[in-house]
């Protein structure tokens, strides 16, 4: 059986795209990372795919009339590519329904919050103001809401007395790489059943 | 030192009372329980006072002109009895800022989801109509908003494949069985400190 072909989005550091192109490398993720789709032509993740030998597609949102122009653009890479499997991670743009309607079930955000709570931008940020004891990360399908659609998979991380914003991000961060590759091998293996806003896995 | 009079506010079962109660007596928790206040005279949570030997403020809304002329009625007689703690535990009405104001920093509440997630009524059925993977249990100061004050301590309960709703109601309530006391115990002996938004323990 062929492997599962990923496209990873990401904008900037690139941590979730290297937990990935790691996991393959040390065969515990059996996907290929057929393509890094960045917005960001600076951004260092674009240099961790060309050591990791991964193709990029780098745009500049900029040099397109709309958002759906770029996204069609990209989703004929995904087409002649045969992506199954979308994973947003740091990537810091709205999906628009051209990419949306034709990858529901097969694209995939990693939050780093416990979702519902402190969606949008700077979830850490959001719960460290908020004061929250428990906190955490989200894989989820990606529908047509803000950090809305049916969940993965959480874990959660807790906020130590004599933490501070920048080493609870770090948790954080380090709870994301571990989890991502995780859930990205239950797709991989067909162990995910999204069934209305139910997932199941196993 | 005498030990830390406590209030707790009930509307129904009083599983969460029961919990402080059994605690009390079996030495776990250093405080005396003052008072049942009950907006229900039919709620099996009055019994399990009568039983535990708790005096009971019962009262019904309805005789009242207002929420202000019934808490004003329950401020006096906290006073009266020197209550340090109010503990809101399954209290089904809204507080008014006559108690609010006066017992501020010392009045908590108990909420079964990992707040801000789930407020308000019901915060179990909603997690489970989410799909969230991982819920749990908020014990909070209250402030003049809904369920929205500081965070003193949360515990995750996770939502498993083979769960109902309501085994994963019965989870959820076992563990607030065991965070409400243990929180009333770091109270009792000045643990908690409470810093703008910030909740300290220990």
Same mark, same amino acid.
């Given at each position: 059986?062929?492997?599962?072909?990923?496209?990873?989005?990401?904008?900037?550091?690139?941590?979730?795209?290297?937990?990935?192109?790691?996991?393959?490398?040390?065969?515990?993720?059996?996907?290929?990372?057929?393509?890094?789709?960045?917005?960001?032509?600076?951004?260092?993740?674009?240099?961790?795919?060309?050591?990791?030998?991964?193709?990029?597609?780098?745009?500049?949102?900029?040099?397109?009339?709309?958002?759906?122009?770029?996204?069609? $653009?990209?989703?004929?890479?995904?087409?002649?590519?045969?992506?199954?499997?979308?994973?947003?991670?740091?990537?810091?743009?709205?999906?628009?329904?051209?990419?949306?309607?034709?990858?529901?079930?097969?694209?995939?955000?990693?939050?780093?919050?416990?979702?519902?709570?402190?969606?949008?931008?700077?979830?850490?940020?959001?719960?460290?103001?908020?004061?929250?004891?428990?906190?955490?990360?989200?894989?989820?399908?990606?529908?047509?809401?803000?950090?809305?659609?049916?969940?993965?998979?959480?874990?959660?991380?807790?906020? $130590?007395?004599?933490?501070?914003?920048?080493?609870?991000?770090?948790?954080?961060?380090?709870?994301?790489?571990?989890?991502?590759?995780?859930?990205?091998?239950?797709?991989?293996?067909?162990?995910?059943?999204?069934?209305?806003?139910?997932?199941?896995?196993?």
């Amino acid at each position: 059986m062929s492997k599962l072909r990923v496209a990873v989005f990401a904008s900037g550091q690139g941590t979730n795209f290297q937990a990935l192109a790691d996991a393959v490398r040390d065969q515990k993720l059996d996907v290929t990372i057929e393509l890094l789709v960045c917005d960001k032509p600076s951004a260092p993740v674009v240099e961790r795919a060309r050591l990791a030998g991964v193709d990029a597609f780098v745009f500049k949102p900029k040099d397109y009339p709309s958002r759906e122009a770029y996204e069609t $653009e990209i989703a004929a890479e995904l087409e002649r590519r045969g992506v199954g499997l979308i994973v947003l991670a740091g990537y810091m743009r709205i999906v628009t329904p051209v990419l949306v309607d034709a990858y529901y079930g097969r694209m995939i955000n990693i939050h780093p919050s416990l979702l519902p709570a402190f969606l949008g931008v700077n979830g850490i940020g959001q719960a460290w103001e908020y004061g929250v004891k428990l906190t955490g990360v989200t894989v989820h399908y990606v529908d047509g809401g803000l950090d809305s659609g049916p969940i993965i998979a959480q874990r959660a991380v807790e906020v $130590e007395q004599d933490d501070t914003e920048s080493s609870l991000a770090e948790r954080i961060h380090a709870t994301e790489q571990a989890l991502l590759p995780w859930v990205v091998q239950q797709i991989a293996h067909g162990r995910v059943k999204l069934d209305g806003r139910r997932v199941a896995i196993g």
